[in-house]
């Protein structure tokens, strides 16, 4: 998990939607290896690269909006190997339902490696809600990049 933000990491702001998400994680039986940089493309980038490396699930917080320093989805899409634009599309589909600011989200998904990546925004709200969203089908999709046996109700 990657917190992407100017002031958490130089330690001037609390990471509420780090420490949300990543309780989530864990309640919900995932590891969760926790990241902090601040929002530069470089270190992003090479942030979600390396977390991919030893990680089967990268979630970015942060960095997805319209400010000058939001470069999280291009850092992203710099180390995308693949993309998985429904994962991105669920999430904004469903923030679009409780605020227009919804619909402000740049946020990407994608695979690296054998990892799903897929940034959030960075108000714990949007963690808690991105998460709910991706929480039924992320387990799945890291199965089938690790080349595991997949059980799925047809419909």
């Known amino acids: 998990m990657l917190t992407v933000s100017d002031r958490v990491s130089a330690g001037e702001r609390k990471d ?70 429904g994962l991105a599309e669920a999430v904004r589909a469903n923030a679009v339902t409780r605020t227009p600011h919804g619909m402000l ?8 490696g054998s990892a799903v990546v897929v940034n959030l925004p960075g108000s714990p709200g949007a963690c808690r809600d991105g998460w709910a969203v991706l929480a039924p089908a992320v387990g799945h999709a890291v199965k089938l990049l690790a080349a595991e046996t997949t059980k799925h109700r047809q419909t």
């Open 16 to 85: 509420a939607s780090g420490d949300l998400l990543a309780e989530a994680l864990t309640a919900d039986g995932w590891e969760v290896e926790r990241r902090i940089v601040p929002d530069d493309l470089a270190e992003i980038a090479a942030a979600v690269r390396e977390l991919a490396g030893a990680n089967g699930l990268v979630l970015t917080t942060g960095g997805t909006g319209f400010g000058p320093r939001d470069v999280t989805p291009e850092a992203t899409q710099e180390v995308l190997e693949r993309s998985a634009p």
């Open 105 to 112: 989200s740049r946020g990407t998904a994608g695979i690296v």
